[in-house]
């Protein structure tokens, strides 16, 4: 019986907002990529509780594919970035500047409700939209500005066609990483060092900390490489000549070819393994 605390949360988890599937976060292999490093760094407590878990859901038959729920059609919660606006050079004492909620905040709630939930039910579900946020939060362009919605105002070249969201999405990691998620996850999770994990790892996880991750992303996306923007100052403008996104003005296009995309692989590459490997962290503390 779920008492009703958490009845309350499942309650919220489970609502049913609309969100264009384009500015959901990493692929679904993405999404499974995360998960699956995490997993085979996870304490044998934590995996066997999970593995118990995943027993129980009708839908996901493994922890990695069940990573990927928040992105289904039915389910969403509207957490899935954290939006800022221009001129900001990063997330401060606020962690969801122009929202009530973001990625840093789902995080942190979910890792407290989990600490706190004696319901098996209620867990399972924390459980699989606390792994899908650590894949959000850690795919640069979902810690972005709010005008071009992140990047899906800018659009992008041949070999991958649309806008420069979707780039660093899914198309770098089908073209230049492969199809097969759970391989890739194994390569990648045996190329993690014991020097990667405590550097990568916080002595406290808490909301300083996960904001800490949002502004490693957003770092990224304000580079002059990823070509998300122009560099006027400090701050990052949408053009040279424009501070922000204007309706009807998304003709900006990045030159997102083969070069590019050996240049972002082993960033995405990095900010997989890292999402994986703090994912186990808080699951080890959750579950041991």
Request: hydrophobic residues 35%; charged residues 25%.
């Amino acid at each position: 019986m779920i008492n009703m605390r958490f009845a309350a949360i499942l309650a919220l988890l489970m609502v049913m907002t609309i969100v264009p599937s384009k500015l959901l976060a990493f692929s679904g292999s993405g999404h499974q990529i995360v998960c699956q490093i995490a997993y085979l760094e996870l304490s044998d407590t934590a995996r066997t509780k999970i593995d118990h878990l995943i027993k129980i859901d009708p839908e996901y038959a493994s922890f990695a594919k069940s990573c990927t729920w928040p992105d289904s059609p039915k389910i969403r919660r509207n957490e899935h970035y954290v939006n800022l606006e221009r001129g900001s050079v990063g997330i401060g004492d606020d962690p969801c500047p122009v929202a009530d909620r973001c990625v840093v905040t789902a995080i942190s709630d979910d890792m407290n409700n989990l600490a706190q939930a004696d319901d098996e039910g209620t867990q399972l579900v924390l459980l699989k939209s606390l792994g899908h946020w650590m894949g959000d939060i850690h795919q640069p362009l979902h810690v972005s500005f709010k005008d071009d919605r992140g990047g899906n105002k800018i659009k992008s070249t041949s070999p991958c066609k649309g806008n420069l969201h979707a780039v660093w999405d899914k198309c770098i990691i089908k073209r230049m990483i492969g199809k097969d998620s759970m391989q890739l996850a194994e390569n990648l999770w045996d190329e993690v060092t014991d020097q990667d994990r405590k550097a990568w790892a916080g002595v406290k996880i808490d909301q300083t900390t996960i904001s800490s991750w949002a502004n490693e992303s957003f770092k990224i996306t304000v580079q002059a490489s990823t070509g998300y923007c122009s560099t006027v100052g400090r701050e990052c403008w949408y053009t040279s000549s424009r501070k922000q996104y204007v309706k009807g003005d998304d003709k900006k296009v990045v030159p997102t070819n083969e070069a590019y995309l050996d240049r972002q692989c082993p960033i995405i590459e990095r900010q997989l393994e890292k999402a994986g490997v703090r994912l186990a962290q808080i699951l080890n503390l959750m579950f041991e």
